[in-house]
């Protein structure tokens, strides 16, 4: 798998489980404690969600000179 494909199903993966999280929360009742492991795993997919995007911009603009 090249590299611009890993990176995009990376990406497509970390959109897969946040939206799995966001669903979790709206749609379940949940202990505040459920509800904060929950946010902090938000936190860390969004996190590396715009870590991979730079990578993949940084990539294809290597890639366009």
């Not at 990406?11 to 489980?17: A, D, G, P, W, Y």
């Amino acid at each position: 798998m090249t590299d611009t494909g890993k990176l995009l199903r990376g990406i497509h993966t970390l959109r897969e489980s946040i939206q799995i999280d966001w669903e979790e929360l709206y749609s379940n009742p949940l202990r505040e404690e459920e509800r904060r492991e929950i946010r902090m795993h938000l936190e860390l997919c969004q996190a590396e969600l715009k870590n991979l995007i730079g990578q993949l911009e940084a990539f294809e603009e290597g890639n366009s000179n």
